[in-house]
């Protein structure tokens, strides 16, 4: 599941106007995307294809984020290994939030679509290049 940042700040406004103090609710767009995807359209709007890109089994992915998790604690390297188990965890599987109490309680609908939130990227990335090489 992913959440556009403005979608985010909806549910935080939704909630201080409409929630209950101590209480969490999960919020998401309003589609549903599976990792790779989402990965595949942030590429694409950066004119990059990762079609031709193989996913690893989950099973080695597990295994490689374990060696590098012991070279790392081995080598006394600090921050976070590239790849650890936690992080195959989190991309590795597919997993569904349900945020149907955010939308009836807090009436949270998830207003900036997965298209505009696209559009808005490219537009941004657009602008940050023209900045950075000027005409």
Same mark, same amino acid.
Not at 22 to 37: N, S, V
Not at 64 to 92: C, H, N, Q, W
Not at 113 to 129: F, H, I, L, N
């Given at each position: 599941m992913t959440g556009h940042v403005d979608n985010v700040v909806e549910g935080i406004q939704r909630a201080l106007e409409h929630g209950d103090g101590g209480r969490a609710f999960f919020i998401h767009d309003q589609e549903t995307t599976t990792?790779?995807?989402f990965v595949?359209?942030?590429?694409?709007a950066q004119g990059v294809s990762i079609d031709g890109v193989r996913s690893m089994p989950y099973w080695l992915a597990? &295994? /490689?984020g374990r060696f590098m998790e012991i070279f790392a604690a081995l080598t006394r390297k600090k921050g976070d290994p590239p790849l650890s188990?936690? &992080? /195959?965890r989190m991309i590795g599987r597919e997993f569904t939030v349900d945020d149907s109490a955010a939308r009836r309680d807090l009436g949270y609908v998830g207003e900036t679509s997965?298209?505009?939130g696209r559009?808005?990227?490219v537009e941004a990335a657009q602008a940050k290049t023209k900045e950075l090489v000027p005409a």
């Amino acid at each position: 599941m992913t959440g556009h940042v403005d979608n985010v700040v909806e549910g935080i406004q939704r909630a201080l106007e409409h929630g209950d103090g101590g209480r969490a609710f999960f919020i998401h767009d309003q589609e549903t995307t599976t990792f790779r995807e989402f990965v595949g359209l942030i590429a694409g709007a950066q004119g990059v294809s990762i079609d031709g890109v193989r996913s690893m089994p989950y099973w080695l992915a597990f &295994l /490689v984020g374990r060696f590098m998790e012991i070279f790392a604690a081995l080598t006394r390297k600090k921050g976070d290994p590239p790849l650890s188990r936690s &992080l /195959v965890r989190m991309i590795g599987r597919e997993f569904t939030v349900d945020d149907s109490a955010a939308r009836r309680d807090l009436g949270y609908v998830g207003e900036t679509s997965r298209e505009d939130g696209r559009r808005m990227y490219v537009e941004a990335a657009q602008a940050k290049t023209k900045e950075l090489v000027p005409a």
